[in-house]
């Protein structure tokens, strides 16, 4: 079945950097919206960036201007850079996809998600 696998998840300290993958397995990226979700604990989950099949992207504001969403098609992989950490940022972070023209803000747009990966972000 479809999977889609996060990792480059860790702690750090506010300030710093890291670099999220998503790997797909029995599914081509190259068609699909795919996203970046976040949450925090006792949070809701949040949308934090998109990338759609055309290579558009969106950024929520909070993370405007310090993280980036790309794709890779040839790896069948999402990434998230993420810079300028702060404590704030400290989530599981999901990756998300579903085959479509178009992108949505919404997780119940999508229809695959990946198990997460910890981001933890220290003073």
């Known amino acids: 079945q479809v999977q889609l696998v996060e990792s480059g998840g860790g702690s750090v300290q506010s300030g710093g950097s890291l670099r999220l993958s998503c790997a797909a397995s029995?599914?081509?990226?190259?068609?699909?919206?795919m996203g970046w979700f976040r949450q925090a604990p006792g949070k809701e989950r949040e949308g934090v960036a998109l990338i759609d099949r055309y290579g558009s992207t969106s950024h929520a504001d909070s993370v405007k201007g310090r993280f980036t969403i790309s794709r890779d098609n040839a790896k069948n992989t999402v990434y998230l850079q993420m810079n300028q950490l702060k404590p704030e940022d400290t989530a599981m972070y999901y990756c998300a996809a579903r085959s479509a023209s178009s992108c949505s803000w919404h997780d119940v747009f999508f229809n695959y998600w990946g198990q997460g990966t910890q981001v933890t972000v220290s003073t």
């Open positions: 029995r599914y081509v990226i190259s068609s699909a919206c």
